[in-house]
T-cell receptor, first 112, second 113 residues
Framework: DSGVTQTPKHLITATGQRVTLRCSPR?????VYWYQQSLDQGLQFLIQYYNGEERAKGNILERFSAQQFPDLHSELNLSSLELGDSALYFC???????????FGSGTQLSVL | QQQVKQSPQSLIVQKGGISIINCAYE??????FPWYQQFPGKGPALLIAIRPDVSEKKEGRFTISFNKSAKQFSLHIMDSQPGDSATYFCAARTGNTGNQFYFGTGTSLTVIP
């Protein structure tokens, strides 16, 4: 168990809808990362937050947004969903050293 | 654009054999190179990592070889076991812009008994 909790584990929705994925980092970790995993693209970095502030942005679509709350949990919001957004979404957290990423078990999103 | 290129995409090895996965990068700002192991239904977990100031790091049956001049690094799994069957990701971290980690596309390893 990595100590990173992601909910829900599975999400099935329709095109055009909006969903929210939630992540609770390991106790004490200030950094939260979001990744999208698809079969052909591997793990694609979406966005990073550090202690409530956006730290880095990767290949995140404008339809996607995220935030990190004062209690350090994070939410990834995906809107106007398309079939191509179907993927496994991972959250990871790290401590101040920022070397070891601890991944959650992921949220499997299926857009029908 | 894939910042870290990984090969092969899949690998089948006999039990007891050596599994070798290769990765290459271009960005000289990368300062830390971890490998992650992922089992089905689980998130990736750190397996072993290396910094660019050393050429090799060994932990048990797992070894990273690092060639800074060629901008390449590889994972060697000695005496491969069926329990090693998983997907392996190489990654590279840049300290610029908030410690971003870039991952390879993954290698699905199957070790057959």
């Amino acid at each position: 168990d990595s100590g990173v909790t992601q909910t829900p584990k599975h999400l099935i929705t329709a095109t055009g809808q909006r969903v929210t994925l939630r992540c609770s980092p390991r106790s004490g970790d200030l950094s939260v990362y979001w990744y999208q995993q698809s079969l052909d693209q591997g793990l694609q970095f979406l966005i990073q937050y550090y202690n409530g502030e956006e730290r880095a942005k990767g290949n995140i679509l404008e339809r996607f947004s995220a935030q990190q709350f004062p209690d350090l949990h994070s939410e990834l919001n995906l809107s106007s969903l398309e079939l191509g957004d179907s993927a496994l979404y991972f959250c990871a957290s790290s401590g101040t050293v920022n070397e070891k990423l601890f991944f959650g078990s992921g949220t499997q999103l299926s857009v029908l | 654009q894939q910042q870290v290129k990984q090969s092969p995409q899949s690998l089948i090895v006999q039990k007891g054999g050596i599994s070798i996965i290769n990765c290459a990068y271009e960005n000289t700002a990368f300062d830390y190179f971890p490998w992650y192991q992922q089992f089905p239904g689980k998130g990736p977990a750190l397996l072993i990592a290396i910094r660019p100031d050393v050429s090799e790091k060994k932990e048990g049956r797992f070894t990273i070889s690092f060639n800074k001049s060629a901008k390449q690094f590889s994972l060697h799994i000695m005496d491969s076991q069926p329990g090693d069957s998983a997907t392996y990701f190489c990654a590279a971290r840049t300290g610029n812009t908030g410690n971003q980690f870039y991952f390879g596309t993954g290698t699905s390893l199957t070790v057959i008994p």
